[in-house]
Structures are given as C-alpha cells and as structure tokens.
C-alpha cells in the first residue's frame, strides 16, 4: 500500500523559508515519480514541482522556478521541498503525490493522480 505522510508546514513571514518532507512507504521509491501539490483556497490543486529519483527528471511551475527546490533522498525514501522568499500568495495546503515512474504528468490535472498524502497546511503572513 502506498503510503505518503507530509510535514514541515507552519506559518511563516514574507521572505522566509520552510522546507516540507513527505515520507514514502509501501513501495519501491525508485519506481516512482514524484510531486507536490498545493491547493489555495477557493483554487485548483496545482502541481508545483516533481521529480523522478530513478531517473533523474524535474519539473517546476513558473511562480515557484528559482525560489523552490524538489529533491529526494533514496537512504531514506523521502522527497523534500525546500521553499524560499516565501510569498503571501504561496498560502495553501501543500500534498505529496506519488504514481509510477511515466504516469505522473505533473502539466495535467491533479485529478489523474492516485496517491496522495494528508496534506500540510503552509500559511505566508505580509
């Protein structure tokens, strides 16, 4: 059974920093793409960064290219988001996804993904 679990959000002021985990388990990690999530309110869950640890292939949607960074660690099967010079439009709930290596189309809707975590909730005060 896959199982995703998230942490590391909290409230945070403009500019600063957090850096979210989500720990994988119930399968082989390497088999697998993956990617956050976030979903503000009264919006579409939205794929903001993914990435594929087997074969080493990364995606980043415009507002967060430069600031975030996606990055896994296979010892430990956990994927990492590292989110820098916060905005306060970056508040949202933020979810891991995981789907086989080749079914995660991280430009499509959220919808097609199976596998999700409990969500971590971000919040960016001004």
């Known amino acids: 059974e896959v199982q995703l679990v998230e942490s590391g959000g909290g409230l945070v002021q403009t500019g600063g920093s957090l850096r979210l985990s989500c720990a994988a388990s119930?399968?082989?990690?390497?088999?697998?793409?993956f990617g956050w999530f976030r979903q503000a309110p009264g919006k579409e869950r939205v794929a903001i960064a993914c990435?594929?640890?087997?074969?080493?292939?990364?995606y980043y949607e415009d507002s967060v290219k430069d600031r975030f960074t996606i990055s896994s660690d296979t010892a430990r099967n956990t994927v990492y988001l590292q989110m820098n010079s916060l905005k306060p439009e970056d508040t949202a709930d933020y979810y891991c996804?995981?789907?086989?290596?080749?079914?995660?189309?991280?430009?499509?809707?959220?919808?097609?993904?199976?596998?999700w975590g409990q969500g971590t909730l971000v919040t960016v005060s001004s």
């Open positions: 119930g399968f082989t990690f390497l088999d697998y793409s």
């Open positions: 990435i594929s640890p087997g074969d080493d292939k990364f």
């Open positions: 996804a995981a789907e086989v290596i080749g079914r995660l189309d991280c430009t499509a809707n959220w919808r097609a993904v199976e596998n």
